[in-house]
């Protein structure tokens, strides 16, 4: 541990007391920049990494997903709000069910998490209900997405995890968000759906993920990142259906 009569000059995001100790002084603006510029860069890797690995399967979901719409304008949002609403409930469960040495750090920093996601949610269902699609939060719909988003995020996963092993699934789920999210972003762009309004609200949810991507990067180490896809099984084969 720091010494408690040692400034600690670190970024918000990457400060713990345990470690460092009172008290916290801010970076300096000239130095926030680049630290934001970095961390922009490690996340997009770990995105495209990740779309690497499994992009194939969440274009398939999507392009399913995007025809229980019909001809619905917009209904792309609707796709991203029910990988939203699986994602957090992700990390709920993991604030839920964490355990052991770490639990408390643990228990918090899944609650700041799924509280942000599920922050998030409001915004864009209202986004999506303001293009005059109401079918686009019909709840049967959306149950079924989520549904179908949670077992890519969560497939292969121990039926109880480790401290470990939710951490990494919890970032997993951040990544595969984001691989989503640019398909989306991609997919209303090319068909002039970006209004003014959308584009920022989905730029909004990048920049956020970004950050959480940052944040449980911190409760995971580097080598792990990519066994997320892989290091989890399960030999119960109802979780695969």
Known sequence: MARSDVPVLTDPLNYDPVEHGPPYIPVREDIRPMKTAMVKTAVKAMVDREAAAVGQEIEQLFTHFLSDYGQAGSAELAVLLAALRAEALIHQAHHWGTKGPQFYGDHQLYDRVYSEVFGMV????????????????????????????????????????????????????????????????????????????????????????????????????????????TKPSLSDPAWKA
Do not use: C, I, W
Not at 168 to 191: G, W
């Open 122 to 229: 409001d915004g864009l269902a209202e986004r999506a209900v303001g293009s005059g699609q109401v079918v686009l939060v019909h709840p049967l719909l959306q149950v079924h997405h989520m549904s179908g988003f949670a077992k890519s995020f969560y497939r292969d996963a121990p039926v109880v995890p480790s401290p470990e092993e939710m951490a990494l699934l919890s970032l997993r789920a951040v990544l595969r968000f984001l691989v989503l999210l640019n398909m989306a972003y991609a997919a209303l762009e090319t068909k002039g759906g970006l209004s003014h309004g959308t584009d920022n609200l989905l730029q909004g949810l990048a920049d956020d993920h970004e950050k959480l991507v940052y944040l449980l990067k911190q409760r995971t180490s580097a080598d792990e990142v990519r066994t997320a896809s």
